[in-house]
Structures are given as structure tokens and as C-alpha cells.
């Protein structure tokens, strides 16, 4: 199955740049790489999602080298608001078997401090 | 438009009862799962389904039944709760299982139970 790794937790101060790289060696040619966003006691949220190069929206920027083997999100200029977890998650469509089973990773805990 | 609801939002039960969780969507999605988050864990899929009448285990589906009789529904049963499923509930629907679709997710709001 398409298992993701991501670093356990990161710290920054408002205004910088997060960038929190999901690597995801074996990933099928058909799937593409989404980023989920939690706060406590609330279900995942969509961020973003992308399948190769750049992909940017009001919120995040997702970058995809061209093995596709990791991806990186970018979280330009944080804010105490953007204290949260985020998981990457990749599907899976290598079998029929497959197709449907996403599975999380453990996520990374970005705190943001003043 | 709901998005994916999710009943009930609390609930205490004994060791050995039985209980239903339940979650709608009204978004026409052929695909829905149900994941379970310990306090400082990731989500752990616990069933899946692409279709009606189609359902399959994920990672940890012991003492859990689900079943998929229409589009719109994909209820959890617990059989006989165990201090063990002491958990938050998460159930989550997308357009499709596979390419673009598969990834996007959408999430209720989370049931949290608790076995005594």
C-alpha cells in the first residue's frame, strides 16, 4: 500500500514560511498527493491537492518533483490560526484491492508561536 | 447541502453494549469510510465502501460491522464495545476511489465514544 512519512511536528513564528515535505515512495502512476489540515476535536480538512510540479491555491502551495516520490507543503507566512496537524495522503490504485484504502499517516503538528 | 453528518456527536456506553453509529451524506458520493483517532493519533481506517452494497476492511476492523444498503448511508456498528474502542469517530465520503476524485475527502464533524 501507498505509505506516506512526515517529520512528527514542526515550530515557527508568525509570518515565516512552512514548508513540511510527505514522502510517498510508492506511489502509483495514477494517483495523486492531497494535504489534509485538523484542529482538535474537528474532522480533516482539504488544503490542497496536485499530481506533478506546482500547485497553488488562496491557502497553500503543494510542490511535486518529477519522481514523485515526496511532496512539499507550503504554508507562506503562517499565523497563530495555522496551528494545526496536517496529513498528506495518497491514494492507492496499484490493484482493484487497493482502490479505496487511505490511509493516514501519523500527520505532522505545526505550532505556531507569536 | 449537509455535507457528511454524523450521529451522535457523543456517547457513553457500558462494556458489552451494543450501539450504531451513524453517517449521511447528500453529496452523491459513491465512496464512504469510517476512521477512528485516538488522542494524539493519526486517522486509522477502519471499513470502506465504493458503492452501494460494497464494503471492505481497512486497518483495524475487528468488533466493527458496516454495511451499505443505499448511496446516502454508511452506518458503524459496534457489536459489543470494549474499553479498547474508546475513540473518536470519523466517517468520510469522496466522489471516487481512484485519479483526481479519490484524494478529496470530506469529513463529518467526529462521534466520540466512550466504553466504561
Known amino acids: 500500500l501507498a505509505k506516506t512519512t512526515q517529520p512528527i511536528s514542526m515550530d515557527s513564528y508568525e509570518g515565516q514560511e512552512v514548508n513540511i515535505t510527505c514522502s510517498h515512495n510508492?506511489?502509483?502512476?495514477?494517483?495523486?498527493i492531497t494535504w489534509y489540515q485538523q484542529f482538535p476535536s474537528q474532522g480533516p480538512r482539504f488544503i490542497i491537492q496536485?499530481?506533478?510540479t506546482k500547485v497553488t491555491n488562496e491557502v497553500a502551495s503543494l510542490f511535486i518533483p518529477a519522481d514523485r516520490k515526496s511532496s512539499t507543503l507550503s504554508l507562506p507566512r503562517v499565523s497563530l490560526s495555522d496551528t494545526a496537524v496536517y496529513y498528506c495522503?495518497?491514494?492507492?490504485?496499484?490493484?482493484?484491492?487497493?482502490?479505496?484504502?487511505?490511509?493516514f499517516g501519523a500527520g505532522t503538528q505545526v505550532v505556531v508561536t507569536p | 447541502n449537509a455535507g457528511v453528518t454524523q450521529t451522535p456527536k457523543f456517547q457513553v456506553l457500558k462494556t458489552g453494549q451494543s450501539m450504531t453509529l451513524q453517517c449521511a451524506q447528500d453529496?452523491?458520493?459513491?465512496?464512504m469510510s469510517w476512521y477512528r483517532q485516538d488522542p494524539g493519533m493519526g486517522l486509522r481506517l477502519i471499513h470502506y465502501?465504493?458503492?452501494?452494497?460494497?464494503?471492505d476492511q481497512g486497518e483495524v476492523p475487528n468488533g466493527y460491522n458496516v454495511s451499505r444498503s443505499t448511496t446516502e448511508d454508511f452506518p458503524l456498528r459496534l457489536l459489543s464495545a470494549a474499553p479498547s474502542q474508546t475513540s473518536v469517530y470519523f466517517c468520510?465520503?469522496?466522489?471516487?476511489?481512484?485519479?483526481?476524485?479519490?484524494?478529496?475527502?470530506?469529513f463529518g464533524e467526529g462521534s466520540r465514544l466512550t466504553v466504561l
Open positions: 465502501s465504493v458503492g452501494a452494497g460494497i464494503t
Open positions: 496536485g499530481y506533478k
Open positions: 468520510a465520503s469522496s466522489r471516487g476511489t481512484s485519479g483526481k476524485a479519490a484524494g478529496e475527502l470530506f
Open positions: 510508492n506511489i502509483a502512476t495514477n494517483d495523486y
Open positions: 495522503l495518497v491514494g492507492d490504485s496499484r490493484t482493484t484491492d487497493s482502490w479505496g484504502k487511505f490511509q
Open positions: 453529496m452523491n458520493h459513491e465512496y
